[in-house]
């Protein structure tokens, strides 16, 4: 209580300084301090800004009783100066949060490279140990297969990874079975109608097995986050971006003039128009995009489910990591079935130098697909040459799958969670922007501000302790001061 009388005496102290100054300059009548403040902003030609108070009829948004500054042509300006500021403020605001979407979504992107570029090597690096008969020729469709990846990843529409897989598996049949499952065939120059065969009989064949099918629903499964989430910050991006260029209407560039010049055209250059006036103006000005919030809301809770799944598992790492053994599951598989496998493809296919039709191919693979399905055809699959080869699938799989510490990628997990950390704080960003803009607009130590019409005494001064209440409307922000005129220079101000 004792503060608040103080405080009040303090302001009414001040108050009588600044008519007493008044009185004291108002045989100046200069408009210096106007004339400087409109030069320092660049709101327009100074030959508009009189050098003496004056009357101008023609006012529309300051008017005023008495002697003033402005003139029409200073009012047209400041409309045009402060829808600029403001645009440019809002800018500034939405420049901060679309850098963080737009540097976690390069962060992201970066991440899965790295772990693309490492599960890669893995997978190329098993060829050269493994199988080296067809190391070199399956290097591009290894490479194929993860350009795919990093596309899907990046969002693109248009690659879908069961394509992709099978056509990875496709290319890759013509080469294991010359040089694995035949391997007296690599000596004979390979047939293109041959090759071609292959990939195009590879499904019905079947020679690798369920591997192909489950390594595609693996992947679309766990790289789906990580392409949802390309995607949404793609789209919160281009949002921000529409922000930036958000129009305001012709009666909010009336008030935002009233709020922050009108003040100017008494001399008032260094006063801040009161917290309540500056809320209202701006959310005024703002409902557009305060309509945004709701969606906002829901966009941010959707990056934080997406991030929480990259966070809070290693789905996607496994899966990549996983590519490498699912691969080698299948060639082995290939092998361990070999006779059943060249049977087909000889009916089918012909032989290496035959060029089959597509109707007899067709033909002849309703026969073998039915002959493959039968309990006769498996049970030769546990002959004792194929015993050795799982022996041989077993040894294959003791490869070191682990890299060193040095060439890992970074974490996913970090990532995220940083990420999560930061989208937080913005989920209220649209519906906290007139706030955020009142901010700059405000200097909570002053005794006095401008309540649209005149010089009152702060509301932050008669809040309770403790407390800022924006509640009071421009018009009850406190006890109305007598009217300075308008050659009054504020001597605080100066």
Known sequence: MFQTIIQRVDFWLIYLTVVLCGASGAGVHSCHEVKTAFQLRQIGPLKWVPEAPGTDGELQICKHSGPSCCTRKMEDSYQAAVRRETLQNIRSYSFELKYLIVGHASAFQDAFQSLLSFTLNLTTGMFDSAY???????????????????????????????????????????LVYRRLVNPGLASAPPSSEHSECLRMTRQDVNPFGSHPRVLAKGLTRALSAGRALSQALVIGAEVLNATEWAGLARECGRALVRMQYCPHCRGLTLIRPCGGLC??????????????????????????????????????ELALQGIRNHVNDAILHAQLHGPRISAIVDKVCGPLTDTPSVTSIRSTLKVMTSVSTSPTSMVMTSSPAEVTLGHLSHTRRSFPLKPSKNNKPRSLKKISREFMGYIQRYRSFFSALPEMLCESEMVVDDFTCWSGEDVVESPLLTAAPGRISWATRPDQSGPEAPRLGAGAEPCGQR
């Open 132 to 174: 080296e008969p067809l190391s070199q020729d399956a290097r591009p469709l290894v490479a194929d297969l993860f350009t795919e990846l990093s596309l899907f990843l990046g969002g693109d529409g248009n690659t879908s990874m069961e394509r992709s897989v099978h056509r990875f598996y496709d290319n890759l049949f013509p």
């Open 279 to 316: 809320l209202n103006v701006m959310r005024g000005c703002l409902v557009g995009l305060s309509e945004l919030d709701g969606p906002w809301r829901r966009y941010v809770a959707l990056l934080q489910e997406l991030t929480g799944a990259l966070a809070g598992g290693h789905d996607l």
